[in-house]
């Protein structure tokens, strides 16, 4: 079965950093990749997503795919405190019963 | 837009105990999603269900019971309460598995 891991588990930088974000996955089948963020306190919220090789950007978030490396990624640019936040990667690929796979989360502190 | 509603917010249960948890979506979803997150931590995946009266055990459904009554509701039903089992439950929705994940706010489970 697909593996998802998150890297780093925790992660604290100031305010106006470029934060990154790591993810690797197990299945070179895979189709679907996506970030989320929850907010403490709050249900998760999707981010961003992406189908196939390369980058994407929306505002201060780019998510970047290498399938032939197995890794997704989250940039952040110019970091600001309302980032902080705990942020899952998932994955998707048919051969897994037609689910997400999850990682365990990135928990980021961007301090002032 | 849609909305999940999760029932109750907060649950107070006694060691034993059979609990049941309900979640209902608006989106006019086919797939829905239970998981379990510890405090801090990532989703760990209960039970899902991809159609009304379908059912499919996640990583976590040892002592967990699930129903899907009609497309729009998904309850989850804790079979006998332990106190290592407090946490947030999570329900979710998605049109397909490789679609966005809308999420409900959660119940908190406490186990007396």
């Known amino acids: 079965q697909q593996k998802v891991q998150q890297s780093p588990e925790s992660l604290i930088v100031p305010e106006g950093a470029m934060t990154s974000l790591n993810c690797t996955f197990s299945?070179?089948?895979?189709?679907?990749f996506a970030w989320y963020r929850q907010h403490s306190g709050k249900a998760p919220k999707a981010l961003m997503s992406?189908?196939s090789n390369g980058e994407k950007e929306e505002g201060r978030f780019t998510i970047h795919l290498n399938k032939a490396s197995l890794h997704f990624s989250l940039h952040i640019r110019d970091s600001q405190p309302s980032d902080s936040a705990l942020y899952l990667c998932?994955?998707?690929?048919?051969?897994?019963?037609?689910?997400?796979?999850w990682g365990l989360g990135t928990s980021l502190v961007v301090n002032p | 837009g849609g909305i999940i509603t999760q029932t109750p917010k907060f649950l107070i249960g006694q060691e034993g105990q059979k609990l049941t948890l309900k979640c209902q979506q608006n989106?006019?979803?086919?797939?829905m999603y239970w998981y379990r997150q510890d405090s801090g931590k990532g989703l760990r995946l209960i039970y899902y269900?991809?159609?009304?009266?379908?059912?499919q055990k996640g990583d976590l459904s040892e002592g967990y019971d699930a129903s899907r009554e009609k497309k729009s509701s998904f309850s989850l039903t804790v079979t006998s309460a332990q106190k290592n089992e407090m946490a947030v439950f999570l329900c979710?929705?998605?049109?397909?598995?490789?679609?966005?994940?809308?999420f409900g706010k959660g119940t908190r489970l406490t186990v007396v």
């Open positions: 979710a929705s998605s049109f397909n598995a490789n679609t966005e994940v809308f």
């Open positions: 998932a994955a998707f690929n048919v051969g897994d019963n037609s689910k997400l796979i």
């Open positions: 269900s991809i159609t009304e009266n379908d059912l």
């Open positions: 989106f006019n979803h086919d797939t």
């Open positions: 299945d070179s089948a895979s189709q679907y």
């Open positions: 992406i189908f």
